[in-house]
């Protein structure tokens, strides 16, 4: 099976945007894959955090995992700064990586501007862990959004430099995008984000979800529970998409364009579907949270302990090609 990586950042609590644009797909794809996914707390202090709050944060991204059906037989889910040569394979890589390259970066740009007080080296390097990350488990296939494209191709780009530089050492990965369009946010004006606010958290319950979903705008066209709309232009619909079926799709749909449903029937038919996907996500979560929380924790450590044993190889590989291993035995 060839190796699937992908990483995922601590920085907040999972939403829809995250469950139906990366997580879905991921727990599809672990059947498909020698899979490897990582809480990337190295990535996360790149920006304004607090250290207090970074266990936390981490150990409830995984055990969100784990209850949005990431198995724990097929996925080995780890913590980024368990492995200490994801750093190593960084510095290696950096001392290969044109400056230019990081400094054209789409996120780093991004996220100079909106850091501006405190933009540290880590924030320009990211993208080359990012590709140590990868390349150390030799991953070929990365499931990420459309954000993260341009890593995937510096990724390749590292590897290249290298393979040329050292010798064929590193595979040149491909990103894999989901078929699963953007979710769009409860604003209905731009895609769902933590940092903007909008967001319908997978762990809400229900009651905080209809508190949002109520009040939330509809097609502009429909004033009045008489006045027809039209789907494609409602955040609702674009919600319906994902989780509800057909025939009940076509329903709603017909129901809108001829006002035979009303914002309000439609937003109940989408919240019941929604919570036939997330009821039992919370619910594991609470088992995993609870008296599951040994388990997730050994089980994190286990695949740390797999994990370096995968990057020792592949640090043990590239230092040698480097030049720097112990073949200085010379004799006086
Ligand atoms: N940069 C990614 C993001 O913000 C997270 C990430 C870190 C990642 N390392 C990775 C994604 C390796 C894919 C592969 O979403």
């Not at 699937?4 to 995250?18: A, K, M, Y």
């Not at 202090?45 to 990431?70: K, N």
């Not at 008489?226 to 919600?239: A, F, M, N, R, V």
Request: hydrophobic share 35%.
């Amino acid at each position: 099976m060839k190796v699937l990586f992908t990483g995922i950042q601590p920085t907040g609590d999972i939403h829809l945007g995250n469950y139906f644009g990366a997580i879905a797909n991921w727990v599809r794809l672990q059947h498909e894959y020698t899979s490897y996914i990582s809480v990337v707390d190295l990535h996360a202090v790149t920006i304004p955090y607090e250290p207090s709050e970074m266990p936390g944060r981490v150990i409830d991204l995984a055990t969100t995992l784990y209850a949005c059906g990431i198995d724990m037989e097929k996925t080995i889910l780890f913590v980024q700064s368990e492995v200490p040569g994801h750093a190593d394979l960084t510095w290696m890589f950096n001392a290969i990586t044109p400056l230019g390259e990081l400094e054209r970066m789409t996120q780093f740009k991004d996220k100079r501007d909106q850091f501006r007080a405190s933009v540290n080296v880590g924030l320009l390097d990211y993208p080359v862990l990012q590709a140590a990350d990868i390349l150390i488990y030799k991953g070929e296939v990365v499931p990420v959004g459309e954000d993260q494209v341009q890593h995937v191709e510096f990724t390749r780009e590292v590897a290249r430099h290298f393979n040329s530089r050292y010798g064929p050492t590193f595979p040149e990965c491909q990103a894999l995008l989901t078929k699963s369009p953007r979710v769009l946010g409860l604003d209905g004006d731009s895609k769902m984000s933590k940092s903007k606010g909008n967001t319908i958290g997978v762990l809400e319950t229900p009651e905080k979800i209809w508190a949002k979903v109520s009040p939330a705008k509809t097609d502009p066209a429909r004033v009045r529970r008489t006045d027809p709309g039209t789907p494609e232009k409602c955040t609702i619909w674009s919600y319906h998409l994902l989780v509800t079926q057909e025939p009940e799709l076509t329903e709603i749909h017909n129901g809108c364009t001829t006002a035979g449903i009303g914002c309000i029937d439609c937003k109940k038919r989408f919240q019941a579907n929604l919570m036939k996907v997330l009821d039992p996500i919370r619910e594991r979560y609470g088992e995993l949270a609870g008296s599951g929380r040994k388990m997730v924790e050994d089980r994190l450590e286990a695949n740390a302990v797999k994990c370096r044993a995968v990057a020792g190889e592949t640090i043990r590989e590239a230092k040698g090609k480097m030049g720097l291993k112990k073949v200085w035995k010379i004799e006086s």
